[in-house]
């Protein structure tokens, strides 16, 4: 069965970075790319970008341009997500999903999420 | 790129039906038949609800439907249970620099 399976709960300081992992299994995990959305506290959700895990290239959402990287590990089926420059506003929990269309909108399995708490 | 527009709840009783609507522009809903919605129960992740506007994924309950008309979507419930009690969003394919966007979200209370 597929799974997707993330690192566990980061508490870091404002201006600091942090790289989140999504381990998946069950499937083919170069055959399908991977979003990765976020949702702050009593918020909705919001896109933050895609990575195709086959070839590494990657498509992010303006507003994360230049703060966001994601990458890939073919050997170990995982992705990351690393966001730098934290700040308050960037305390959320950080959710994985496996894209299964060209359209990147159907995301049909989704991490257990992880919650970033940014604090001084 | 703005998220598209959602009203912030609905309500309605076991039984009957609601509906849910997502408002964008030409440039995302209306320019496109990629618009999907999930369902999120408190401190859980999103489930894909409906996808390319009106199509059901396996294991989704017929009593959930989509339609388009024109940069509006709409995510149809009928036969309320207690158990579709939870946000939903939209989400819909964007031609912007930020290719997909999400709806606010819509907070679904079963009375």
């Known amino acids: 069965q597929v799974q997707l399976v993330q690192s566990g709960a980061e508490v870091k300081k404002p201006g600091a970075s942090v790289k989140v992992s999504c381990k998946a299994s069950g499937y083919t995990f170069t055959s399908y790319y991977m979003h990765w959305v976020r949702q702050a506290p009593g918020q909705g959700l919001e896109w933050m970008g895609i990575i195709n895990p086959s070839g590494g290239s990657t498509t992010y959402a303006q507003k994360f341009q230049g703060r966001v990287t994601m990458t890939r590990d073919t050997s170990t089926s995982t992705v990351y997500m690393e966001l730098s420059s934290l700040r308050s506003e960037d305390t959320a929990v950080y959710y994985c999903a496996r894209e299964v269309s060209s359209s990147w909108t159907i995301a049909d399995y989704w991490g257990q999420g992880t919650l970033v708490t940014v604090s001084s | 790129q703005s998220a598209l527009t959602q009203p912030a709840s609905v309500s309605g009783s076991p039984g009957q039906s609601i509906t849910i609507s997502c408002t964008g522009t030409s440039s995302d809903v209306g320019g496109y038949n990629y618009v999907s919605w999930y369902q999120q129960h408190p401190g859980k992740a999103p489930k894909l609800m409906i996808y390319d506007v009106s199509n059901r994924p396996s294991g989704v309950s017929n009593r959930f439907s989509g339609s388009k008309s024109g940069n509006t979507a709409s995510l149809t419930i009928s036969g309320l249970q207690a158990e579709d009690e939870a946000d939903y969003y939209c989400?819909?394919?964007?031609?912007?620099?930020?290719?997909?966007?999400f709806g606010g979200g819509t907070e679904l209370t079963v009375l």
């Open positions: 989400c819909s394919y964007t031609s912007s620099s930020t290719p997909v966007v």
